[in-house]
T-cell receptor, first 111, second 112 residues
Framework: GQQVMQIPQYQHVQEGEDFTTYCNSSTTLSNIQWYKQRPGGHPVFLIQLVKSGEVKKQKRLTFQFGEAKKNSSLHITATQTTDVGTYFCAGPGANAGKSTFGDGTTLTVKP | DTEVTQTPKHLVMGMTNKKSLKCEQHMGHRAMYWYKQKAKKPPELMFVYSYEKLSINESVPSRFSPECPNSSLLNLHLHALQPEDSALYLC???????????FGPGTRLTVL
C-alpha cells in the first residue's frame, strides 16, 4: 500500500533559525495537504497543493510540491515559539481513495 | 460555523462497557472520518463516510461500530474494548473525499 515518510522525525531549533520538513510518498499523489498539531491539540489544516511543482507561501511558511507529485516540503523562516508542534503531510494516492498521513515532524523552538 | 464538535472530551470505560462517541459538523461537508491517534503517532484512519454511506473501513475490529445518522452527525459505538484501544479518537470532515479536513478536538479514551 501507499507509504508516506517524513524527515526528520524531530527538529530542535533556536528561535529565529529556519526549519524544513520533507515528505516523500511511495506513489504519485493527487494532492498534498499539510497539518499542524500543537501539543495536546488536534490537527489543523494549513494548506493543500495540487499542481506539479506548485509553491505556496503563508507569511513565514513556504510549501512546495515536487514535479513528480511524490514529494513535498514545508519551510519555516525565522521560527518563533508559536511554531512549536508536529507537522504532518497527508495525501491521497492518484489511484487510492484515502489520504495517508506521514509520521510527522515534531518541532521544538528554544527561546 | 467552521467547527467540528466531539463529545465527550474524556471517557474512561471498562472492557465490558458499551459507550458511544459523537461528532457533529454544520459546514455541509459530505465526507466524515474517524481516526485513532496514539501518543507521538500520526492519525490512523479507521472509517470514512461519504454522502452518509460507509465507503472505507480500514479493517477495524468489530468492537468499533460507526454510524452516520445524517449528513451532520457521526457516531462511533464502542463495545468490549481492550486496554490497547486507549487513544485519542478524532473526528474530521471535508467538503469532498480528497479535500482539506477539519478535525474536532477529539475524545481521549481510556480503557481499563
Amino acid at each position: 500500500g501507499q507509504q508516506v515518510m517524513q524527515i526528520p522525525q524531530y527538529q530542535h531549533v533556536q528561535e529565529g533559525e529556519d526549519f524544513t520538513t520533507y515528505c516523500n510518498s511511495s506513489t504519485t499523489l493527487s494532492n498534498i495537504q499539510w497539518y499542524k498539531q500543537r501539543p495536546g491539540g488536534h490537527p489543523v489544516f494549513l494548506i493543500q497543493l495540487v499542481k506539479s511543482g506548485e509553491v505556496k507561501k503563508q507569511k513565514r511558511l513556504t510549501f512546495q510540491f515536487g514535479e513528480a507529485k511524490k514529494n513535498s516540503s514545508l519551510h519555516i523562516t525565522a521560527t518563533q515559539t508559536t511554531d512549536v508542534g508536529t507537522y504532518f503531510c497527508a495525501g491521497p494516492g492518484a489511484n487510492a481513495g484515502k489520504s495517508t498521513f506521514g509520521d510527522g515532524t515534531t518541532l521544538t523552538v528554544k527561546p | 460555523d467552521t467547527e467540528v464538535t466531539q463529545t465527550p472530551k474524556h471517557l474512561v470505560m471498562g472492557m465490558t462497557n458499551k459507550k458511544s462517541l459523537k461528532c457533529e459538523q454544520h459546514m455541509g461537508h459530505r465526507a466524515m472520518y474517524w481516526y485513532k491517534q496514539k501518543a507521538k503517532k500520526p492519525p490512523e484512519l479507521m472509517f470514512v463516510y461519504s454522502y452518509e454511506k460507509l465507503s472505507i473501513n480500514e479493517s477495524v475490529p468489530s468492537r468499533f461500530s460507526p454510524e452516520c445518522p445524517n449528513s451532520s452527525l457521526l457516531n462511533l459505538h464502542l463495545h468490549a474494548l481492550q486496554p490497547e484501544d486507549s487513544a485519542l479518537y478524532l473526528c474530521a470532515s471535508s467538503q469532498d473525499f480528497h479535500g482539506e479536513q477539519f478535525f474536532g478536538p477529539g475524545t481521549r479514551l481510556t480503557v481499563l
